[in-house]
């Protein structure tokens, strides 16, 4: 895909209106380049420390924009599928490539309330015993019962995955690769809570019925960096009036 392609489907791509998606606001973090989670509306994303601050705010747009498209186009659909092929659609339509995503499901009863249970294992698949060892967002999901609940990024990311037929999220690790001018790349878990009742923690899975179906999916998704930094100022400008209500830092102490 041509950058010029990229950037009209940039413009083209409809987002919700700014009044819909107010709420909850914060200062937005200040990127660094040392080891950093944040809370992306309905994702947690964390940056190792080979991707640089600069470049970690131009993904984090595009992350953003991703999400913001897919509830715009699905905001009237109970099918949290769609909204994830919305999402990586948006990326695509970008100049991200996208490998494809693999679904499982499972039940998850009303005891069954630790998304430690049933997340953990797919991640550990994915990132290996060093990964899982040394991630910041693992050790998040490890410390859920000691976490305030009312913090802010906890409070934005369960806004922000709601869905009308239950709650969506993703967990992703943003790196770069070696080599002279490496991609970066999103190594990406998302998952779907598809529940009869409502869904009040999405990170606990307490659901107000009795049951709920859970779907896990992983993918990778990559950008050049002269694509990336084509495209960063136009994304900014899309995004730029939704980050006070839709991007905080992670904190784990």
Not at 175 to 195: F, H, I, K, T
């Amino acid at each position: 895909m041509s950058t010029a392609n990229a950037m009209h489907y940039l413009q083209a791509v409809e987002l919700p209106v700014l009044g819909s998606m107010e709420g909850l606001e914060a200062a937005v973090p200040q990127f660094t380049d040392q080891q950093a989670a944040i809370a992306i509306g309905s994702q947690l994303a964390e940056f190792s420390e080979r991707v640089p601050a600069a470049e970690r705010a131009a993904v984090a747009d595009c992350l953003l924009l991703a999400q913001l498209a897919a509830n715009k186009a699905t905001e009237q659909s109970p099918d949290l599928m769609a909204w994830y092929r919305k999402y990586v659609e948006v990326l695509q339509g970008i100049g991200w490539t996208v490998q494809g995503m693999n679904l499982e499901e499972q039940q998850v009863g009303a005891s069954e309330a630790n998304v430690h249970d049933t997340i953990v294992p797919v991640l550990t698949a994915m990132l290996g015993p060093a990964g899982m060892a040394t991630s910041m967002v693992v050790k998040v999901l490890e410390g859920l019962k000691e976490t305030d609940r009312s913090a802010p990024w906890i409070t934005l990311f369960s806004r922000a995955s709601q869905h009308a037929s239950g709650a969506k999220f993703q967990l992703g690790f943003v790196d770069a690769g070696s080599g002279d001018a490496p991609d970066l790349g999103v190594r990406l878990v998302a998952a779907a809570v598809d529940a009869k009742g409502t869904v009040t923690q999405v990170l606990f899975f307490k659901c107000t019925g009795q049951q709920a179906h859970l779907k896990t999916g992983q993918t990778q998704l990559s950008i050049v960096r002269t694509r990336l930094d084509a495209i960063k100022s136009a994304v900014a400008d899309r995004v730029n009036p939704f980050l006070a209500s839709n991007i905080a830092k992670i904190e784990l102490g």
